[in-house]
């Protein structure tokens, strides 16, 4: 990919900062961008590269908090190696996980990443092909400055910095490598799709299934990727015009959430508790939402 000090600025992105997880950053050196957006894209397809082995032989899987939410030696694995390329590159840099304890260095730098080893890890494990690699990482005043997703069995690679816009690198038909500026539906059209979950947790998946009806009041149809990173990218690149998630944690949303602003969507981050304290309880993930939309519908359609 080109460097990111090669993509031309952003417009501007409508968000909540309410609940946007970390203060808007001010002005950013555009070398330390290029060189933070190397670093995740190094790191991301580091982890991705992991993923790309795929071999159900090797998956000892196990289930985290409920039956439809599991953990694979896959998981494991990549995280460590999203890992390596970050303290290898960054080694004063903070990271924070899905699998892993938190890393904090002695003379910790003020940046943290956040990672997502494996985003859809039931889609992983039933070969189907939303599933990725998902990195970002933060400024000491919290707001987000880059983020990489890339899906190795889609070969997409979606990514974002603060200002930069959001961009999508894949290959054309003859197999050459590509990018494209991704802008998603930023106006309302016919046929809107609503992305959205039932979350894992029953008594929630009660509750949400009778609210889906009225949900829908502004959609066609709705989706599920099953992935909310890819969701999110969906929104940037304009396959989905709104998504909607109780249950994710920082590290769901981190990378995919930046990617939707800076590709112009309404971004709504759930409010969590820090990440350096380790993963929030599921009590408190389950009652928090992270939603991205064309900005016509913010507030339409969620709680």
């Given at each position: 990919?080109?460097?990111?000090?090669?993509?031309p600025?952003?417009?501007g992105?409508?968000?909540?900062?309410?609940?946007?997880?970390?203060?808007?950053?001010?002005?950013?050196?555009?070398?330390?961008?290029?060189?933070?957006?190397?670093?995740?894209q190094?790191?991301?397809?580091?982890?991705?590269?992991?993923?790309?082995?795929?071999?159900?032989?090797?998956?000892?899987?196990t289930?985290?908090?409920?039956?439809?939410?599991?953990?694979?030696?896959?998981?494991?694995?990549?995280e460590?190696?999203?890992?390596?390329?970050?303290?290898?590159?960054?080694?004063d840099?903070?990271?924070?996980?899905?699998?892993?304890?938190?890393?904090?260095?002695?003379?910790a730098?003020?940046?943290?990443?956040?990672?997502?080893?494996?985003?859809?890890t039931?889609?992983?494990?039933?070969?189907?092909?939303?599933?990725?690699?998902?990195?970002?990482?933060?400024?000491?005043?919290?707001?987000?400055?880059?983020?990489?997703?890339?899906?190795?069995?889609l070969?997409?690679?979606?990514?974002?910095?603060r200002?930069g816009?959001?961009?999508?690198?894949?290959r054309?038909?003859?197999?050459?490598?590509?990018?494209r500026?991704?802008d998603?539906?930023?106006?309302?059209?016919?046929?809107?799709?609503l992305a959205?979950s039932l979350?894992?947790?029953?008594q929630?998946?009660?509750?949400?299934?009778?609210?889906?009806?009225?949900?829908?009041?502004?959609f066609?149809d709705?989706?599920?990727?099953g992935?909310?990173?890819?969701?999110?990218?969906?929104?940037a690149?304009?396959?989905l015009?709104?998504y909607?998630?109780y249950?994710?944690?920082?590290h769901?949303?981190?990378?995919?959430a930046?990617?939707?602003?800076?590709?112009?969507?309404?971004?709504?981050?759930?409010?969590?508790?820090?990440?350096?304290?380790?993963?929030?309880?599921?009590a408190?993930?389950?009652?928090?939402?992270?939603?991205?939309?064309?900005?016509?519908?913010?507030?339409?359609?969620?709680p």
């Amino acid at each position: 990919m080109s460097p990111i000090s090669d993509v031309p600025a952003a417009k501007g992105a409508a968000t909540d900062n309410a609940a946007s997880g970390g203060a808007v950053p001010g002005a950013v050196n555009a070398e330390l961008l290029a060189e933070l957006m190397a670093v995740a894209q190094r790191a991301a397809a580091a982890g991705a590269a992991v993923l790309a082995g795929r071999d159900p032989q090797a998956f000892d899987a196990t289930a985290k908090t409920s039956d439809g939410d599991w953990v694979t030696a896959f998981d494991l694995a990549s995280e460590r190696a999203v890992r390596e390329a970050i303290s290898s590159a960054r080694p004063d840099d903070t990271i924070t996980g899905e699998e892993l304890a938190p890393a904090v260095s002695a003379c910790a730098s003020g940046y943290r990443w956040s990672v997502d080893p494996l985003d859809g890890t039931m889609n992983f494990i039933r070969n189907i092909a939303y599933y990725c690699t998902s990195v970002a990482v933060a400024g000491p005043d919290g707001g987000w400055l880059a983020g990489v997703v890339v899906a190795p069995a889609l070969g997409r690679t979606y990514y974002a910095t603060r200002g930069g816009g959001a961009w999508l690198a894949d290959r054309d038909v003859t197999g050459q490598p590509r990018k494209r500026r991704l802008d998603g539906p930023t106006t309302a059209r016919k046929g809107k799709l609503l992305a959205t979950s039932l979350t894992y947790d029953p008594q929630i998946q009660r509750r949400l299934g009778g609210e889906l009806a009225g949900r829908m009041q502004d959609f066609n149809d709705f989706r599920r990727l099953g992935s909310a990173a890819l969701e999110l990218c969906a929104v940037a690149e304009g396959g989905l015009d709104a998504y909607f998630e109780y249950g994710l944690y920082e590290h769901d949303f981190a990378a995919g959430a930046l990617i939707a602003e800076e590709a112009g969507a309404w971004v709504r981050r759930a409010e969590l508790s820090s990440a350096l304290n380790g993963l929030p309880t599921p009590a408190q993930a389950l009652t928090n939402w992270t939603g991205a939309s064309i900005p016509s519908l913010a507030g339409k359609y969620t709680p």
